[in-house]
């Protein structure tokens, strides 16, 4: 059989709202076909513009097979390119974030521009032309300060999905933030597993006590949901008459989906004490309890929106068995630490949390991994989310394998 028609039969012994099959989560050939139909063909959140705010500073990140280098020019744009030297091959830039006035290559140094362009490769033949090798560009989107970029020769639309959430973003003023802390775990489990576990809460309340503060599993929203359910379509009334869009909405594939939730009693943040982090407000309305707006979008982001500070997660697959987390906290840009906000108490829930998620992602793996694994039902009370993501796996798997060459 092909690696296409292996796959193929793979997606389709999964039982219904059930987990995927053992092979799916840890056989190298699977995490190839993962990277060429989805993380090597789909959008996929790098960061924020407003950790590059200066002409010269950037950021760099692996997507799969493809280094990626995104850098903000003379001119003020923000732009992606391979971190591929068009010499011979070396990454142009080897530091996850830094500011520089040229891109020059460590390796002969070839030197480009800000915007791309070669200026200069020494001792080339004299009819070797610089308007011939510039830095290969990568499809570069940006709604709300998040940077997605994909590396696929054509890229999917994106419009759809930046008319749905810029309305939900913008009240919180990314724009007029900044990253006040970023933590990086290497998770060594499957990407899936990774997603997995974040799209329930059935597992909550016996390992995140800090999260359990403050965070409310709702199965209305959780299954995607929410119509029928009261105190809800109430919370999200008072929302939206404050001017935060609440109401859940999600596109026809289900590959991204954004929604209000309200915390527990008398919690205002993801703290110990449920009280604010920070003392001036992310958003402009005088509604104290806004809950947090959610948002994911697959393969590589899920999103929390609170009325203090905000947190974006990104998801990068390193291989089949390793995936690596990022979380950044943004407060106010002119919030001065130990003075406006207390970086203990505004990231204590959030690393506690990050590091119990670790631990289950793990366990999981290496539970999946015996050959022993048959795949479990999923609970529909809790787990209807997973199930969500599971099924969106299948199906985009299933629709690009049979519109594809075969690998």
């Not at 050939?29 to 705010?53: C, N, S």
């Not at 109430?234 to 935060?244: I, P, R, S």
């Not at 108490?345 to 631990?359: G, L």
């Amino acid at each position: 059989m092909t690696s296409k028609q292996t796959m193929l039969e793979l997606i389709q012994q999964r039982v219904p709202k059930h987990a995927l099959t053992r092979d799916l989560y840890r056989d190298d050939e699977v995490y190839r076909q993962d990277l060429e139909h989805i993380w090597h063909k789909e959008w996929i959140f790098a960061g924020h513009t407003v950790e590059i705010e200066k002409a010269g500073e950037y950021i760099t990140l692996q997507v799969g097979d493809y280094p990626v280098v995104i850098i903000r020019g003379d001119d003020g744009e923000v732009r992606a390119f391979h971190n591929a030297c068009r010499h011979r091959g070396s990454r142009v830039c080897s530091q996850p974030k830094g500011k520089t006035a040229k891109l020059v290559c460590p390796y002969h140094s070839w030197t480009f521009a800000l915007d791309g362009k070669l200026l200069f490769a020494g001792n080339m033949n004299p009819d070797f032309k610089t308007e011939d090798y510039p830095l290969m560009p990568v499809h570069c989107e940006i709604v709300n300060t998040y940077i997605y970029v994909c590396v696929a020769k054509e890229a999917p639309d994106f419009e759809a999905f930046r008319a749905d959430l810029s309305p939900f973003v913008t009240p919180h003023n990314l724009e007029n933030c900044k990253v006040a802390f970023e933590s990086n775990l290497l998770e060594r489990g499957n990407w899936k597993l990774v997603f997995e576990n974040n799209r329930e809460c059935y597992h909550c309340e016996a390992n995140h006590p800090e999260l359990m503060n403050s965070f409310v599993d709702n199965a209305s929203v959780g299954g995607l949901g929410g119509d029928d359910d009261p105190e809800l379509i109430e919370y999200w009334d008072k929302c939206e008459a404050a001017g935060l869009p609440s109401r859940l909405i999600m596109d026809e594939h289900g590959q991204y989906r954004i929604t209000r939730i309200p915390l527990s009693d008398n919690a205002i943040s993801y703290t110990m004490d449920g009280k604010p982090a920070v003392k001036a407000r992310l958003d402009d309305t005088d509604v104290e309890d806004i809950g947090v707006l959610l948002y994911f979008n697959y393969p590589s982001t899920w999103n929390h929106f609170l009325g203090d500070h905000a947190l974006s997660f990104r998801v990068l697959p390193v291989s089949s068995g390793q995936t690596l987390v990022t979380t950044k906290w943004l407060v106010p840009k002119d919030a001065v630490e130990g003075v406006d906000y207390d970086l203990k108490h505004m990231t204590e829930v959030w690393t506690a949390t990050n590091e119990q998620d670790r631990q289950l992602v793990e366990e999981t793996f290496r539970g999946v991994s015996s050959p022993s694994y048959i795949p479990g039902p999923f609970s529909e009370i809790s787990e209807s989310g997973v199930c969500q993501f599971v099924d969106w796996y299948c199906a985009i798997m299933k629709r690009k394998l049979n519109s594809s060459e075969p690998a």
